[in-house]
């Protein structure tokens, strides 16, 4: 299976550490290829809604970075976003990441049916959104025909939820309890991978 994780942040912070960890301990499992992409330095335009994408189906009009990225997010089988918290929910640069890719789902709109999805949230304070955050990028799993998943109860109830401090990797690296979240996240995020892919070879 091929993981893609994406770190929403602008910069080599909490949340790129955390997804690095995360699909070194999806490789650990085996037989998971995997790919890391972070939005730190990216050109990403808004979705301007010019419906371009809608009428042509030939992609997004604008020719910035976000266009590098689809050939990722389609080749996918599982995802894994990670966003800071910023303001109680995920950072405008993932967003803006995933309003694009309506130029993806105007084009096919079963482009991204059952991939599964599981997603990180990465804040300053201990209880600072992280969960919002995650619902967010949820709806978003939901909203175009993808498979969101956690780690489940008694821990890892709505995915992984870390507290940085806003001390950068060294704040996230120390928050083991959030690192637990987050492993638990990918194990389940793999396991719901393989059982789907060997359902649709059955
Ligand atoms: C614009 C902005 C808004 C933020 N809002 C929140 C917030 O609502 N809750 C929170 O816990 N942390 C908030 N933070 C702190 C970051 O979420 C935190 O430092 C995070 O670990 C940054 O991740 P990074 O190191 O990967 O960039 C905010 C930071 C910025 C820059």
Request: proline content about 3%; charged content about 25%; glycine content about 12%.
């Amino acid at each position: 299976m091929r993981l893609l994780g994406i770190s929403g942040s602008p910069r080599e912070g909490a949340t790129a550490y955390v997804v690095r960890e995360a699909l070194a301990f999806a490789a650990s499992l085996g037989a998971v290829e995997t790919e890391f992409i972070s939005l730190k330095g990216k050109q990403i335009g808004f979705c301007l809604h010019c419906d371009y994408c809608v009428r042509t189906k030939k992609g997004c009009v604008q020719k910035d970075d976000v266009v590098e990225l689809y050939p990722s997010l389609e080749a996918a089988d599982a995802w894994l976003l990670a966003t800071p918290v910023y303001q109680g929910t995920m950072s405008g640069q993932l967003k803006a990441v995933l309003d694009r890719c309506r130029a993806l789902v105007a084009r096919n709109p079963d482009v991204f049916r059952n991939k599964v999805g599981a997603a990180i949230a990465v804040g300053g304070d201990r209880v600072g959104g992280q969960e919002p955050a995650i619902m967010a990028i949820h709806a978003f799993y939901l909203a175009n025909k993808m498979i969101p998943v956690s780690g489940g109860p008694f821990g890892s109830n709505l995915g992984g939820t870390v507290w940085s401090r806003d001390k950068k990797a060294e704040g996230a690296a120390a928050d083991e309890v959030g690192m637990k979240t987050v492993y638990r996240t990918v194990e389940r995020l793999v396991e719901v991978t393989r059982l789907l892919r060997a359902g649709e070879g059955a």
